[in-house]
C-alpha cells in the first residue's frame, strides 16, 4: 500500500500553480471571496464516490470535481485539468492519506500527465472489480430507474477473467508522435507519450520491436496477437496501408510481407488474416477486423449469453451488431441446422468475415444493413425467439429497443461495453413492459475503467 505524503506524479503532472501554492479546501482567495478553479491550480481535497469514467467524485466551495488517480475516502492534492461549466477534472498528484486499496502502479507511465490508457492501475485488482461494480450500480439506479431493491435482486458484480490483470490486451493501437517515436496518448488529449513498454499489452506484443524502431511515415501503428497463434504488425500512414508481419506470423497470402525489423512493405491488395479460436470454432478474419480484445473474452460472453438464453432446438433468433458471427454460431449450434438464425452486420469487414466463417452453418443467414434499417424496413422480419445485441458504445437506441420487442422474442441478452448506454435501454425496454432479469459482469479490460455486462431482458412477470 502507498504510504500517506506519496506523490501521485512522480513522473511528472504537469505545471503547478504559478505561485506555487495549494488552496486548502473551503477557502477562497485572500479576500474571502469564493471564485472558482483555475486551470493548473493544485487544491486540497477529500474524495467522495466514484464516478464513469476512471474519476472520483469531490467537491470544493460546492464546485464538482471529478478527480482521477485518486480512491474514495482519501485525501489528495488535486491539480485542475479541465474548467468546464458546472465541473471541473483534475489529477490527484500528492496522496495525504490513502486508502487502504491503494497501491502502486505497475508502470511507471500510469500516472498523472502521462499515458491516459489505464485509468485504476493504483487501485488493488479487486477492489478495481468492487469500483466497477459501484459504477454499473449508479447508472442503473440514476438512467435504469432501478430501485435498490432491484438492484440488490441482481446481485450486481463483476468477475475476473483468467489470466491477471496485466498482459491481456492482445490489440494494441500505438500513436506515433512528430519524431516518428511510438507511444500512447495522454488522457483527453492528442499528446503521445514516448514507452519502452505497455505493461496490459500481450506478452507476444510486448516482445516485438514496435517500440524501439522508428515510424517517420506513419501515424499509427497496430499489433495483433490472436488466440490463434498469429502475430501481426500494421502501420498506418497517410495513403495506402502498410503492412509488416512479425517473425511469428501465420499468413499465408502475405508470405513476401517484410519482417518487423526490416523495411516496411505497401500491400494494396488487401489486409492480412488472422485466426481467432472461439465458441468450438476457429474463425479467420482481417488483423483490422473487430474481435474482443481480452484472450478469454470470447468464450466468456459465449458462455452467459448462452447460459441466460438457454436456445432450445427449432428456436429462432437474431443476432444483431453480429460482427463475424460468434453469437450466432453458438446460437446456431444449440437450436439445430433447421432453426433459422440471421447475423445483422454493417460494416463490410464483418459482413464477408460472418458469410466466410458460417458458410458452414446452413440455417444462418447473413444480413449487410445498419440494424435500424434492417429493422424499419422489414429486411428481417419477426416473430422470433431470441434475440442477441452486441451495439457498440453508444447503446442500441430506443428505436432499435422498440422495434426488438414488437418482434415478440421470448428473451434478449443484451451485450454492453458501456453500463450509461446500457442503462438508458434498459428503461426503454421497461416503458416497453420488459424487465432486466438477470446482470453478469465481467472484467474484459483490467486496470481500466471499462466493463462488460451481459443482462437479460425478458417480458415483466
Known amino acids: 500500500m502507498t504510504r500517506p505524503g506519496v506523490d501521485a506524479s512522480r513522473a511528472g503532472a504537469g505545471p503547478a500553480r504559478s505561485d506555487g501554492r495549494v488552496r486548502p479546501a473551503g477557502t477562497g482567495p485572500a479576500d474571502g471571496e469564493r471564485r472558482g478553479l483555475e486551470e493548473a491550480e493544485r487544491v486540497e481535497l477529500t474524495v467522495d464516490a466514484v464516478a464513469p469514467g476512471g474519476h472520483c467524485v469531490a467537491r470544493v466551495d460546492g464546485q464538482v470535481v471529478f478527480v482521477r488517480h ?28 490513502a486508502a487502504p486499496q491503494r ?36 447508472q442503473l439506479t440514476r438512467l435504469a430507474g432501478l430501485t435498490d431493491a432491484e438492484i440488490d435482486r441482481l446481485g450486481v ?64 501503428v497496430e499489433a495483433v496477437a490472436s ?7 500494421t502501420a498506418l500512414p497517410d495513403g495506402p496501408t502498410t503492412r509488416v508481419d512479425a517473425p511469428s506470423a501465420v499468413s499465408s497470402d502475405r508470405a513476401a510481407a517484410a519482417r518487423v525489423d526490416g523495411p516496411a512493405t505497401v500491400l494494396p491488395d488487401g489486409p492480412v488474416t488472422v485466426r481467432e479460436v472461439a465458441a468450438g470454432r476457429e474463425w479467420t478474419l482481417p488483423a ?9 473474452a470470447a468464450d466468456t460472453l459465449v458462455g452467459a449469453v448462452l447460459d441466460l438464453l438457454d436456445p432450445q432446438p427449432g428456436e429462432s433468433a437474431w443476432d444483431l451488431y453480429g460482427g463475424a458471427g460468434l453469437f450466432a454460431a453458438a446460437v ?59 451495439p457498440p458504445r453508444s447503446g442500441a437506441g430506443a428505436r432499435v429497443v422498440r422495434d426488438v420487442v414488437a418482434a415478440g422474442p421470448r428473451a434478449v441478452a443484451y451485450v454492453a461495453c458501456d453500463p450509461a448506454a446500457f442503462a438508458r435501454d ?14 453478469r459482469g465481467f472484467d474484459l479490460f483490467p486496470m481500466t475503467r471499462h466493463v462488460e455486462l451481459v443482462g437479460l431482458l425478458q417480458p415483466a412477470r
Open 332 to 390: 446456431a449450434a444449440r437450436v439445430g441446422p433447421a432453426a433459422r438464425v440471421t447475423v445483422v452486420e454493417s460494416a463490410g469487414e464483418g459482413v464477408a468475415a460472418a458469410r466466410e466463417n458460417l458458410r458452414d452453418l446452413p440455417g444462418v443467414e447473413v444480413v449487410a444493413a445498419r440494424v435500424e434499417t434492417a429493422l424499419a424496413r422489414r429486411r428481417i422480419t419477426g416473430p422470433v425467439d431470441l434475440v442477441v445485441l452486441d
Open 70 to 97: 485518486a480512491l474514495p475516502g482519501e485525501r489528495v492534492v488535486a491539480e485542475v485539468t479541465e474548467v468546464h461549466r458546472g465541473f471541473v477534472r483534475a489529477d490527484a498528484v500528492t496522496v495525504l492519506d
Open 227 to 233: 488466440t490463434g497463434g498469429d502475430v501481426t504488425v
Open 288 to 296: 483490422s477486423g473487430f474481435w474482443q480484445v481480452h484472450p478469454a
Open 103 to 138: 497501491v502502486a502502479p505497475p508502470c511507471p507511465y500510469a500516472k498523472p500527465g502521462l499515458c491516459g490508457g489505464c485509468d485504476l492501475q493504483h487501485v488493488a485488482p479487486a477492489a478495481q472489480l468492487d469500483w466497477k461494480a459501484a459504477v454499473v450500480r449508479e
Open 157 to 220: 458484480r463483476v468477475a475476473a477473467l483468467p489470466g491477471g490483470p496485466l498482459g491481456w490486451r492482445s490489440r494494441v493501437r500505438y500513436a506515433v508522435d512528430a519524431a516518428g517515436r511510438a507511444g500512447l496518448l495522454k488522457h483527453r488529449s492528442h499528446e503521445v507519450v514516448p514507452v519502452d513498454r505497455c505493461l496490459i499489452a500481450h506478452p507476444a506484443i510486448q516482445a516485438l520491436p514496435v517500440l524501439g524502431r522508428p515510424w517517420p511515415a506513419a501515424e499509427a
Open 426 to 439: 434498459v428503461r426503454t425496454f421497461a416503458d416497453a413492459g420488459w424487465e432486466l432479469a438477470e446482470l
